[in-house]
């Protein structure tokens, strides 16, 4: 009666343990697979307990235990699976095996995973007010005695990003106020803002709109509008990452504090690039080249760039500069007005202008 109870308590063991996993580097782990997910694979073995073993540094797989395994055309199959030469094989218990690349595979869940996945409570539908993050820039300088001057810098960001679209929002001025001996005082200020407004077509690729808006004392410049749309590429695209490219058409209104009023249409080329340096410091960088379709050979070059540091969850140093170049200026006017600042940020959840991940109640599954 013993030895009757040893073999059935072997045969289980082993129909339950019945698995194995073989890395790059030769080792072989034997047990159970629990889930693959975000590039790792959780194994369950008898001696170790829970291991968990980068999904790229897996060479072999043999389950015999069913798994939930989903693909990358949303399709979910449900099978014992095996994998080989950078292949996997899934047999279904009714129905001929299945065969898919390894980059193909997205997740496995076993039948517990599976099961408790499937009854987590629904994704929440964000309201209005979800999804905003943002920033706020400010700087002050002042001096007192042959001259006495006050400048103050002022800029705010904000964008709402879903699995669907994004819009953001930008404004940033400089003001300066100069009086000193005999000159007379001198008032000063430049001020740009706008707005922007992406659809997903497909993974990587996104329709856009924007328009902006600019006063620049310094080139006599009372109102410049500019209105247009296109289409981007998301060259790259992860957590730490984001490189965009797009092209599109604008229509160009310029006030000029002379009385020069000039309309004309553009084409539209730039890019975005956002990356996160390490943990406390990011770099952005948005560039904008509008070739004048209305007079042949003119053109503008808008350029943004920041490097912010993190000082803790909500406030950071920054420092941005922002060109303007005209090929052809109203008046005597210089080509070039560049708009240095540098001074504290604050910043509200700011996580969730690059990667909506990590909000996990939004996660579209």
């Not at 060479?59 to 449900?78: E, G, M, T």
């Not at 790259?236 to 990452?241: E, L, M």
């Not at 956002?274 to 943990?279: F, G, I, T």
Request: charged share 25%; hydrophobic share 35%; net charge positive.
């Amino acid at each position: 009666m013993r030895t009757a109870f040893w073999i059935v308590y072997f045969l289980l063991a082993t129909r339950a343990w019945a698995g194995e996993v073989v890395l790059k580097n030769g080792d072989r782990l034997t047990g159970r697979i629990i889930r693959m997910d975000k590039s790792s694979v959780e194994f369950e073995t008898d001696l170790l307990g829970k291991v968990s073993v980068p999904w790229n540094a897996i060479v072999k797989i043999q389950s015999d235990s069913p798994l939930y395994v989903a693909v990358r055309d949303d399709r979910v199959v449900f099978g014992k699976v095996s994998m080989r030469d950078g292949r996997l094989e899934i047999e279904p218990k009714n129905g001929e095996t299945l065969e898919y690349a390894k980059d193909a595979i997205r997740t496995m869940r076993s039948e517990e995973e599976q099961r408790a996945f499937t009854s987590r409570p629904p994704a929440k539908t964000p309201g209005p007010s979800d999804l905003w993050g943002g920033s706020l820039d400010a700087a002050i300088s002042a001096t007192r005695g042959n001259s006495d001057t006050e400048t103050v810098n002022f800029g705010v960001r904000a964008a709402r990003v879903s699995p669907h679209n994004k819009l953001s929002f930008y404004l940033m001025s400089i003001l300066s106020d100069s009086a000193g001996g005999s000159r007379a005082p001198a008032f000063a200020n430049t001020l740009r803002g706008g707005y922007r407004y992406e659809v997903n077509v497909s993974r990587r690729s996104f329709s856009f709109s924007f328009s902006d808006f600019e006063h620049d004392q310094f080139q006599g410049l009372s109102l410049r509008l500019v209105g247009g749309g296109g289409m981007g590429f998301n060259l790259v695209k992860n957590p730490k990452t984001s490189f965009q490219v797009f092209s599109g058409g604008s229509v160009n209104r310029e006030h000029f504090r002379n009385g020069i009023e000039r309309r004309s249409r553009e084409f539209v080329l730039g890019n975005d690039f956002v990356r996160q340096v390490n943990r406390n410091v990011s770099v952005t960088e948005t560039l904008f080249i509008y070739p004048n379709l209305s007079d042949r050979g003119q053109y503008r070059v808008n350029l943004d760039s920041s490097i912010v540091t993190r000082l803790n969850s909500w406030l950071g140093w920054q420092v941005t500069v922002s060109n303007r170049y005209v090929s052809n200026p109203a008046g005597n006017n210089k080509n070039n007005d560049l708009l240095l600042t540098t001074g504290i940020r604050f910043m509200h959840r700011p996580e969730t202008a690059q990667n909506v991940e990590a909000r996990p109640e939004f996660r579209r599954r």
